[in-house]
T-cell receptor, first 111, second 114 residues
Framework: TQLLEQSPQFLSIQEGENLTVYCNSS?????LQWYRQEPGEGPVLLVT?????EVKKLKRLTFQFGDARKDSSLHITAAQPGDTGLYLC???????????FGDGTTLTVKP | DTGVSQDPRHKITKRGQNVTFRCDPI?????LYWYRQTLGQGPEFLTY????????KSRLLSDRFSAERPKGSFSTLEIQRTEQGDSAMYLC????????????FGPGTRLTVT
């Protein structure tokens, strides 16, 4: 079973601060997705990273895939209250045809 | 296309009753997944279909759970003889069967078993 560990589990910061959350595994993934989920709703896909070392930017969010395709990070610059939510990473196994999810990082950005 | 839809959004049932949930995937997606999520946890894989074929079912899934996708379009998830431990959010997602398997989720069905 492929496991994904996300850290920290909870993060509470003030508006305007920067933060980084992590997604780590001992397994290699063919691709990795990041999602944001708000209470009572389904996860919303933010980005997919495929190549080891890949960096993708989505406005104030920067996603990086580790060189060995076992880990990833999400960095948010100048966090805003609208960034509040549960951030999930999911590693895709091409052979298995499905993804494994981490337990997420719950981010709270206070105004 | 309006994305993945699920019905109902909320379901309250008494222990021992049967419940059925429906998921309508994105029309061009041939893969459909069911997950269960409890508070503070990530989605837990239950089963997935490629077209009408159920390709994998979690070993954690009891025999009380069954899923179908009869025509390769919408899917249903049935829970028989519900237990309080079945209370959770049930999520459906769909994807293509190639590439990075990016999954698009529906809004979920919140099940409460009393």
């Amino acid at each position: 079973t492929q496991l994904l560990e996300q850290s920290p589990q909870f993060l509470s910061i003030q508006e305007g601060e920067n933060l980084t959350v992590y997604c780590n595994s001992s397994s290699v993934f063919s691709s990795l997705q990041w999602y944001r989920q708000e209470p009572g709703e389904g996860p919303v896909l933010l980005v997919t990273v495929v190549t080891g070392g890949e960096v993708k930017k989505l406005k104030r969010l920067t996603f990086q895939f580790g060189d060995a395709r076992k880990d990833s990070s999400l960095h948010i610059t100048a966090a805003q209250p609208g960034d509040t939510g549960l951030y999930l990473c999911a590693g895709a196994d091409t052979n298995a045809g499905k993804s494994t999810f981490g337990d997420g990082t719950t981010l709270t950005v206070k105004p | 296309d309006t994305g993945v839809s699920q019905d109902p959004r909320h379901k309250i049932t008494k222990r021992g009753q049967n419940v059925t949930f429906r998921c309508d995937p994105i029309s061009e997606h041939n893969r459909l997944y069911w997950y269960r999520q409890t508070l503070g946890q990530g989605p837990e894989f239950l089963t997935y279909f490629q077209n009408e074929a159920q390709l994998e079912k979690s070993r954690l899934l009891s025999d009380r759970f069954s899923a179908e996708r009869p025509k390769g379009s919408f899917s249903t998830l049935e829970i028989q003889r519900t237990e309080q431990g079945d209370s959770a959010m049930y999520l459906c997602a769909s994807s293509l069967s190639q590439g990075a398997y990016e999954q698009y989720f529906g809004p979920g069905t919140r099940l409460t078993v009393t």
